[in-house]
C-alpha cells in the first residue's frame, strides 16, 4: 500500500518567504507527527496530531513554525519570515495510533538561502 | 527522558553479521526500544521494536539485556544495502500518545 508522502520534495527560499510544507499520511493513521533533521543530526521532534488536535507542540522552534491538520488527514507545516537556520530537512511520520509504529515519509529538503 | 548510547560508527563485512549495540541505562519498566535506520537521503525506515523480551522479523533480531539497560540489533547476513544510520530509540509516553526522541544514531558501513 501506499507510504507517507511529503511535497515537495526540495523547496528552496529566500531569507524572509514564507513556506508550506505538506504531508500526506497512511490512510486510516490517526497520529500525525513532524520532526526536523539538521544535516549530519537525528530528526528532532516537532509537533504531534492526533486527528484533527494538535496535542504537542513543545518542539517548534519559534512562533514563525505553525503545523495545522484541520480534516485529520494530510497536514501542512508552514515556516514563516524564513531564516536560514530553518534549513533542514523536515520529515513527516504518521502512525495508526500515537502508540503505535510511526512510519515515515520521505522528507522535505528546505534551503533557505 | 531516557537516553540511548551508540557508537558513532561501526563497520562490517559483506555476508557478516552486524551487532549494533545500544544502552539505555535510563529506561524506565514500560518504554519500548524501537530500531530504526536511514540510508541517504530517505525517511527513517522502521526495522524491529521490543519490550523485555527477544525480537525477530525478517529484517533484524533485536536483543535486550535481562536488566532492559542495553540492547543490540543484529543483522544476520549484512549486505552492502545496509549500509546507513541505525537509530536506537526509547519511546517516551506523551500527551496520549508517543513522541520519539532520535540521538545520533551509529553510521554501519558495509564493505565488499
Known amino acids: 500500500g501506499a507510504g507517507v508522502s511529503q511535497s515537495p520534495r526540495y523547496k528552496v527560499a529566500k531569507r524572509g518567504q514564507d513556506v508550506a510544507l505538506r504531508c500526506d499520511p497512511i490512510?486510516?493513521?490517526?497520529?500525525l507527527f513532524w520532526y526536523q533533521q539538521a544535516l549530519g543530526q537525528g530528526p528532532e521532534f516537532l509537533t504531534y496530531?492526533?486527528?484533527?488536535?494538535?496535542?504537542?507542540k513543545s518542539g517548534l522552534p519559534s512562533d514563525r513554525f505553525f503545523a495545522e491538520r484541520p480534516e485529520g488527514s494530510v497536514s501542512t507545516l508552514k515556516i514563516q519570515r524564513t531564516q536560514q537556520e530553518d534549513s533542514a530537512v523536515y520529515l513527516c511520520a504518521s502512525s495508526l495510533r500515537g502508540r503505535d509504529t510511526q512510519y515515515f515519509g520521505p522528507g522535505t529538503r528546505l534551503t533557505v538561502l | 527522558d531516557a537516553k540511548t548510547t551508540q557508537p558513532t560508527s561501526m563497520d562490517c563485512a559483506e555476508g557478516r553479521a552486524a551487532n549494533l549495540p545500544c544502552n539505555h541505562s535510563?529506561?524506565?519498566?514500560?518504554?519500548?526500544v524501537y530500531w530504526y535506520r536511514q540510508i541517504h537521503s530517505q525517511g527513517p525506515q522502521y526495522i524491529i521494536h521490543g519490550l523485555k523480551n527477544n525480537e525477530t522479523n525478517e529484517m533484524a533480531s533485536l536483543i535486550i539485556t535481562e536488566d532492559r539497560k542495553s540492547s543490540t540489533l543484529i543483522l544476520p547476513h549484512a549486505t552492502l544495502r545496509d549500509t546507513a544510520v541505525y537509530y536506537c530509540i526509547v519511546r517516551v509516553e506523551n500527551t496520549g500518545g508517543f513522541k520519539t526522541i532520535f540521538g545520533a544514531g551509529t553510521r554501519l558501513f558495509v564493505k565488499a
Open positions: 490512510s486510516g493513521h490517526v497520529s
Open positions: 496530531f492526533q486527528n484533527e488536535a494538535q496535542l504537542d
Open positions: 535510563t529506561i524506565s519498566g514500560n518504554e519500548y
